[in-house]
């Protein structure tokens, strides 16, 4: 064809022109791949997101942890308990001896519902030929109250077709809701936006703060100053500690006074929890921010490394009793879950210390732990 008629000094150009698009393309692919970054971008981080929307997506219930009150002791309970743990859906955290038991074992996160046979159970059943089992649900979590009770009348359902073949007696189930009788998403949705929010702007803007004085070279400065490394951290966090706390407060008055979120329990409990998490937080945009060169990378960093675990891992909406193992155990390093269960036991269920001391203790560790590699983090530019 005309077009391919060239003279042999114009096939030898375009060889020479195509040889050098070659290199080029050649030293593209050498670059990609001697940075580590952009690889773990490119495909470690596809397959961790494939992974944790693959699980955390999944309306799957297992392993849902509930309490058991049996004050009936008879045979027909008992082979009732074990068809239910036999399920797989359910782990008995809890064997209660009294009904007054079942507050506490609620406020204290320990159960999401709870199996009450009264005394009468056995006795109801074979001779007034029907019997009430009381399926009472921790309904700050709608979607695991609603999913766990419909779970729950489904195999005692099953129960009752099982127990007709022998005889016509029937298990009826009531249900009870607890801390949320109207079912509002708000008590779901709420506390994770407030988890959410908080962690993004603490983490976010202390984290920019420092890569923002590595790109300037005023960080060079405070290297040679006879500032100790504790007090570059703490000057760092105090002014977003005080900012993030006033926005922790106007967050959570507009959850009550706009969503009608509850305000049950103790207020200076809340504002404990706030400054803990929100310390917590900051301090983890500092660390991240002692990682990175560039602005950025830290707010990469920050919205990637934060928003999205956050959002799936942390029970803002999907139980983590249902997610595998690993990412249960990332769940439990992620500050925003422990914070969650704070907000949501001191708020809408009324708990005192006494049964919310864990995640604040874990929450204190998460901070020191943040604060001293960072700390060495800045010796070792130092």
Same mark, same amino acid.
């Given at each position: 064809?005309?077009c391919?008629?060239?003279?042999?000094?114009?096939?030898?150009?375009?060889?020479?022109?195509?040889?050098?698009?070659?290199a080029?393309?050649?030293?593209?692919?050498?670059?990609?791949?001697?940075?580590?970054?952009?690889m773990? /971008?490119?495909?470690?981080?596809?397959?961790?997101?494939?992974?944790?929307?693959?699980?955390a997506?999944?309306?799957d219930?297992?392993?849902?942890?509930?309490?058991?009150?049996?004050?009936?002791?008879?045979?027909?309970?008992e082979?009732?308990?074990?068809?239910?743990?036999?399920?797989?859906?359910?782990?008995v955290?809890?064997?209660?001896?009294k009904?007054?038991?079942?507050?506490?074992?609620?406020?204290?996160?320990?159960?999401?519902l709870?199996?009450?046979?009264p005394?009468?159970?056995?006795?109801?059943?074979?001779?007034?030929?029907k019997?009430?089992?009381?399926?009472?649900a921790?309904?700050?979590?709608?979607?695991?109250?609603?999913n766990?009770?419909?779970y729950?009348?489904?195999?005692?359902?099953?129960?009752n077709?099982?127990?007709?073949?022998?005889?016509?007696?029937?298990?009826?189930?009531s249900?009870?809701?607890?801390?949320?009788q109207?079912?509002?998403?708000?008590y779901?949705?709420?506390?994770?936006v407030?988890?959410?929010?908080? *962690? /993004?702007?603490?983490a976010?803007?202390?984290?920019?703060?420092?890569?923002?004085?590595?790109?300037?070279?005023?960080?060079?400065? *405070?290297?040679?100053?006879?500032?100790?490394?504790?007090?570059?951290?703490?000057?760092k966090?105090?002014?977003?500690?005080?900012?993030? *706390?006033?926005?922790?407060f106007?967050i959570?008055?507009?959850?009550?006074?706009?969503?009608g979120?509850?305000?049950?329990?103790?207020?200076?409990?809340?504002?404990?929890?706030?400054?803990?998490?929100?310390?917590?937080?900051?301090?983890?945009?500092? *660390?991240?921010?002692?990682?990175?060169?560039?602005?950025?990378?830290?707010?990469f960093?920050?919205l990637?490394?934060?928003?999205?675990?956050?959002?799936?891992l942390?029970?803002?909406?999907?139980?983590?009793?249902?997610l595998?193992?690993?990412?249960?155990?990332?769940?439990?390093?992620?500050p925003?879950t422990?914070?969650?269960?704070?907000?949501?036991?001191?708020?809408?269920?009324?708990a005192?210390?006494?049964?919310?001391?864990?995640?604040?203790?874990?929450?204190?560790?998460m901070?020191?732990?943040?604060?001293l590699?960072?700390i060495?983090?800045?010796?070792?530019?130092?």
């Amino acid at each position: 064809m005309p077009c391919f008629n060239f003279s042999p000094a114009e096939r030898q150009t375009k060889y020479n022109l195509m040889k050098k698009f070659y290199a080029f393309v050649q030293k593209e692919f050498y670059h990609i791949f001697r940075d580590t970054r952009t690889m773990m /971008i490119l495909f470690a981080l596809p397959i961790a997101l494939v992974v944790i929307f693959g699980y955390a997506l999944n309306n799957d219930f297992k392993n849902i942890p509930i309490g058991i009150l049996n004050q009936s002791k008879g045979q027909t309970s008992e082979k009732l308990i074990h068809r239910i743990i036999g399920s797989g859906y359910f782990v008995v955290e809890q064997t209660l001896e009294k009904p007054q038991d079942i507050p506490k074992a609620f406020k204290s996160g320990k159960v999401k519902l709870v199996i009450f046979f009264p005394t009468n159970f056995q006795q109801d059943l074979y001779h007034a030929k029907k019997a009430q089992v009381q399926l009472i649900a921790d309904a700050s979590d709608i979607n695991t109250a609603i999913n766990t009770t419909s779970y729950l009348s489904g195999i005692i359902g099953d129960f009752n077709t099982e127990n007709g073949r022998e005889n016509s007696a029937s298990i009826q189930v009531s249900t009870r809701m607890i801390f949320n009788q109207r079912l509002l998403s708000v008590y779901l949705f709420i506390p994770g936006v407030i988890a959410l929010i908080l *962690l /993004i702007i603490s983490a976010l803007l202390t984290s920019v703060t420092l890569a923002r004085e590595k790109e300037t070279g005023t960080l060079e400065l *405070l290297s040679i100053s006879p500032i100790s490394p504790y007090m570059i951290i703490i000057g760092k966090v105090i002014p977003y500690l005080i900012l993030s *706390l006033l926005n922790s407060f106007l967050i959570i008055l507009l959850g009550i006074f706009v969503f009608g979120l509850p305000m049950v329990g103790s207020v200076a409990l809340l504002i404990l929890a706030c400054f803990v998490y929100t310390v917590a937080s900051l301090s983890l945009g500092i *660390l991240i921010s002692t990682r990175v060169e560039t602005q950025q990378a830290a707010m990469f960093a920050s919205l990637v490394s934060l928003m999205m675990p956050t959002m799936l891992l942390s029970g803002f909406i999907f139980p983590i009793e249902s997610l595998p193992l690993p990412l249960q155990l990332i769940s439990n390093i992620i500050p925003a879950t422990h914070f969650i269960i704070l907000i949501k036991s001191i708020m809408i269920k009324g708990a005192g210390i006494t049964l919310i001391w864990k995640p604040f203790s874990i929450l204190i560790a998460m901070t020191a732990v943040f604060i001293l590699v960072s700390i060495q983090s800045l010796k070792r530019n130092k």
